[in-house]
């Protein structure tokens, strides 16, 4: 896979970079390719927010962590270089995910001007945020279509101008670094995780089956791979609870223990009477 670990420059502590829209097929069997209209003319010159997880995430929520400073195009996709804002209060916790390699870039584009071309490669593809989202939890997550109020929830959170390109047309859980410390914490992690999965699938369908992003109507909700994860998924959670649901071998010899003692006390109870 391609590695899309950001990382800080030689020397600094708020400058980082890294690939932010990779050439190539993603596991979703979707593509960036050269060809791709990332619409470089929308930014000029830079200054597109940084988000922590395109805003999804209860804490961090919209705040702009830091802004981009340049794009380039390479042989290998799109190269983004950023400043983080030393004066934002996630600096710190930011900062420790960048020099631990934990956390990548995602691209985030209005989905009524994506456009996909055949054989699953976007012809068009404009960002208008970068975020830094946790590459381990989400290997994958490359890229986010927004609805159109969402595009202008992040400019306005960063107190923004739209591209007159937009304009024209109208416009829970903080990340932990360290391991929990218990089977409840981890269930709550997981629980988290599961829900912004979901939340991310349906945005995701949501694109897809929009004529405006060039799907169909009936979309591709999920690819094989995913599905065939998710139905295993389902398989290992099933067996959980049916295993959970049936009493374990000492639960069982402590109520056979209890009917004969039971049992016992009434025999002796009538040999006593009688």
């Not at 993603?26 to 470089?40: I, N, V, Y």
């Not at 593809?125 to 595009?151: C, D, G, H, I, R």
């Not at 202008?152 to 932990?176: G, K, M, N, R, Y």
């Not at 109507?217 to 599905?227: A, H, Q, T, V």
Request: proline share 6%; hydrophobic share 35%.
């Amino acid at each position: 896979m391609t590695d899309m670990t950001v990382k800080f420059a030689e020397g600094s502590d708020t400058i980082i970079e890294g690939l932010g829209v990779p050439f190539g097929v993603d596991l979703d069997g979707e593509s960036f390719s050269a060809k791709t209209d990332l619409c470089p003319s929308w930014f000029p010159n830079g200054g597109r927010p940084i988000l922590y997880h395109h805003g999804f995430d209860s804490a961090v929520k919209f705040e702009a962590i830091g802004h981009e400073l340049e794009s380039t195009v390479t042989d290998d996709g799109l190269w983004v270089r950023a400043e983080l804002d030393k004066a934002s209060k996630y600096y710190d916790r930011v900062k420790k995910l960048v020099s631990s390699g934990a956390v990548g870039w995602s691209s985030g584009a209005p989905d009524h001007k994506v456009k996909m071309g055949n054989g699953g490669v976007y012809d068009r593809w404009p960002p208008v945020e970068f975020s830094l989202t946790p590459t381990p939890a989400f290997p994958n997550q490359v890229a986010y279509a927004m609805k159109m109020e969402q595009v202008t929830e992040h400019f306005e959170a960063v107190d923004a101008d739209i591209p007159e390109p937009l304009s024209a047309v109208a416009i829970e859980q903080t990340p932990e670094t360290s391991e929990p410390e218990s089977y409840a914490e981890q269930t709550e992690l997981v629980l988290a995780g599961l829900k912004a999965w979901v939340e991310t699938t349906v945005n995701r369908v949501e694109m897809r089956a929009s004529p405006a992003a060039g799907g169909r109507k009936s979309g591709r909700e999920l690819s094989k791979r995913n599905l065939d994860m998710l139905r295993e998924t389902h398989r290992i959670i099933g067996e959980l609870i049916e295993r959970a649901d049936k009493p374990d071998e000492d639960e069982k010899r402590a109520e056979a223990a209890k009917a004969a003692r039971a049992t016992f006390l009434r025999q002796e109870a009538d040999r006593l009477i009688g």
